[in-house]
C-alpha cells in the first residue's frame, strides 16, 4: 500500500529534521544543517534494506519505491530554488559560477551515460489477454 511509503518517507523526514537541528546546534549555527539531505539517505537505505530483507506485498513494494522515487527530485528542487536565490543575491560572480556548473553538467551526461553496463528494460505494465478487447460503443 502507497500508506507504508508515506509512513515511511514521513519517518525518514523527522528523522532527518531533528538530526539537522542537533547538528546545526553542535556546530553552534540557528539553522537546519543537511537534515534534508540525512533524511534523503535514510530513505533510500531503508527503502533497499526493505525490499532485501523484509518479504513485502508487491502493492507495498510500490508504494515504498513510488515516495522514494518522487522524494529526491522534490529536495533536487528545493536546494536548486535555495541556491539560485543565493546567487542572484550574491552577484554576478555567484550566478556565472551556478550557470558554469550546469552548463558543465549537461556537458558530462553524455559521457557518464556511456559509463556501466546498459539498464535492462522494464517489464509491462499489464499482461495482455488472448481475448479480444472490449469495446464501449
Not at 55 to 72: C, E, R
Amino acid at each position: 500500500m502507497i500508506v507504508y511509503g508515506v509512513a515511511l518517507l514521513g519517518f525518514c523526514l523527522l528523522v532527518g529534521v531533528i538530526g539537522g537541528d542537533l547538528i546545526g546546534q553542535a556546530i553552534g549555527v540557528q539553522a537546519n544543517v543537511g537534515g534534508v539531505g540525512i533524511a534523503m539517505l535514510l530513505l533510500v537505505v531503508l527503502a533497499s534494506k526493505s525490499n532485501k530483507r523484509i518479504q513485502l506485498g508487491p502493492v507495498t513494494g510500490q508504494g515504498i519505491s513510488f515516495w522514494s522515487a518522487m522524494y529526491i527530485p522534490i529536495v533536487v528542487a528545493m536546494a536548486a530554488k535555495q541556491n539560485v536565490l543565493g546567487a542572484i543575491e550574491g552577484g554576478p560572480l555567484a550566478l556565472l559560477a551556478g550557470i558554469a556548473a550546469v552548463a558543465a553538467s549537461f556537458a558530462l551526461i553524455p559521457i557518464l551515460s556511456r559509463i556501466g553496463e546498459p539498464a535492462e528494460p522494464l517489464p509491462p505494465l499489464a499482461e495482455e489477454t488472448d481475448s479480444e478487447p472490449v469495446s464501449n460503443g
